[in-house]
């Protein structure tokens, strides 16, 4: 046994894997299509016992471990209308059999019963089926290790699947039963009454005249029944849904003889037990339950044998956490002794390291020796870099200039003196005559070292000898 499996015996009640379900009719099974190749879609009923053709079939086709529903046909359960009683929903499937005491015949502790509310009065439409049948097919199903989930009747079903809406009037006949008329209100069967003498089909043959006229004259009357006792829930459709009748001319029939609208239950031609396998989803949440839980099997799942088991499994689980924390600490304590190895090695290494480096510490007069001389060294290395920009700013000012000035020598201009520092140029000359003078200056355009430089003072005059002079000055004299 694996830890899930033994898990789930504790756990709340277990589902089984698939869920499956079968409409019984009167001489047929119906099962959904598509679930088992080996399982048919309709198996017939040998010799009026469906339970054993239902477990021959899932037997032969090897279906186990599923849940199964089973819808029944009319014909295997009672229904009777009560008065509503002031009894919790809960507790109401334990009172129902007493409050149906007086209206069957069974012992009240043989039957298995369930209800719902009728939306068109006070009352309850009871479902009744002998506790013999549930009990035994849930025995039987055990032993092909199947688990009894619900067990449905077709009359709730058929309330839910009609297309005409919520209220409507339903012709119903299966094989091997009667004519069957039920109305409902809000998807709920509010009434039922069986037509007997009226045998099948009732078109098609020679009789079908007056044997439509007979059972339309009966349906009327239910109509009439129907129209006086749930007022206020008025019912102008009904639907026909026969087994080995052409629905659609029964439709057609019917509805030239009665006062309601009638209309087939369904257009292709399939049985009754077809269209409910059909409309049995997964998601039908059905009113009528006839498996109760108080009837479900009661698991003692704190056996003598799980409570030891679980023992020994628990027991199995701390022997084996405890191995692992004793590994785990082993290993552990491995490392912290490499660790302390190495710790000790690195303290032992620093200790020489420390004694190596007080040998290479210098002493307070070296030190300051060092100091002293790299004082030095930066402040010659401050008289070199000035000198070096002092010799550049010269090489630029002055030669550079005197090469331009040389490269410029003109006939009509005689220079006599020139005085520059590093951002003045005077120039003092001798010119034949005035026009010389800026054309002169205008050819400092040319040279690098003379271009941007410009004079705010131009003096021009004639000295002794009657000789043109000029003097340029970069900045004017300031006044005395």
Request: net charge neutral; aromatic share 6%; charged share 20%.
């Amino acid at each position: 046994m694996n830890i899930q499996s033994l898990f789930g015996k504790f756990g709340s009640a277990a589902s089984s894997a698939t869920r499956l379900r079968v409409v019984v009719q009167p001489r047929a099974l119906h099962f959904p299509d598509g679930y088992s190749d080996k399982l048919a879609k309709q198996v017939a009923i040998d010799s009026g016992d469906w339970q054993k053709t239902l477990l021959t079939t899932l037997k032969q086709a090897h279906i186990s471990n599923v849940t199964l529903d089973v819808v029944l046909n009319s014909n295997l359960y009672q229904t009777y209308q009560i008065d509503k009683p002031n009894v919790p929903q809960e507790e109401l499937s334990l009172t129902l059999p007493f409050l149906l005491k007086e209206l069957i015949s069974e012992k009240v502790t043989d039957i298995v019963a369930d209800a719902m509310p009728l939306p068109t009065s006070n009352k309850l439409q009871a479902y009744v089926v002998t506790k013999k049948l549930v009990l035994g097919l849930v025995q039987q199903l055990s032993e092909l290790d199947i688990t009894l989930g619900r067990v449905l009747v077709e009359d709730d079903l058929w309330g839910r699947i009609s297309q005409e809406g919520e209220r409507f009037i339903l012709l119903q006949r299966s094989q091997g039963c009667s004519y069957k008329i039920s109305a409902y209100v809000d998807n709920r069967c509010v009434f039922q009454r069986t037509i007997r003498g009226v045998a099948s089909p009732l078109v098609g043959v020679a009789t079908s005249g007056l044997q439509l006229d007979g059972i339309a004259l009966e349906l009327q009357r239910s109509i009439d029944y129907l129209s006086s006792q749930l007022r206020g829930a008025n019912l102008h459709r009904m639907q026909v849904c026969c087994d080995e009748e052409n629905n659609l001319e029964l439709a057609k029939e019917l509805d030239e003889r009665l006062s309601v609208k009638v209309s087939p239950f369904a257009t292709s031609l399939v049985d009754s037990g077809a269209i409910l396998t059909q409309a049995l989803t997964d998601d039908f949440s059905p009113a009528i339950n006839l498996y109760p839980v108080h009837l479900k099997p009661k698991v003692d799942r704190f056996t003598l044998n799980n409570v030891a088991l679980v023992c020994l499994v628990l027991g199995g689980l701390l022997t084996a956490w405890f191995g692992y924390v004793e590994f785990k600490n082993s290993q552990l304590e491995q490392q912290l002794k490499v660790a302390q190895s190495q710790e000790k090695e690195f303290n032992q290494q620093l200790t020489s390291l420390n004694q190596r480096l007080a040998k290479h510490r210098p002493s307070p007069e070296k030190v300051q020796a060092v100091a002293r001389l790299k004082e030095d060294i930066a402040s010659k290395q401050d008289s070199l870099e000035a000198v070096g920009k002092y010799d550049g700013q010269q090489q630029v000012g002055y030669s550079g200039v005197m090469q331009s000035l040389a490269k410029l020598g003109r006939s009509d201009i005689a220079l006599n003196s020139i005085q520059m520092d590093a951002n003045n140029l005077d120039i003092r000359g001798m010119a034949r005559d005035p026009q010389a003078i800026p054309n002169w200056v205008n050819q400092f355009k040319s040279e690098i070292n003379l271009v941007g430089r410009s004079f705010e003072k131009l003096k021009i005059a004639r000295n002794e000898q009657n000789v043109l002079t000029f003097e340029l000055r970069t900045k004017q004299e300031e006044p005395k």
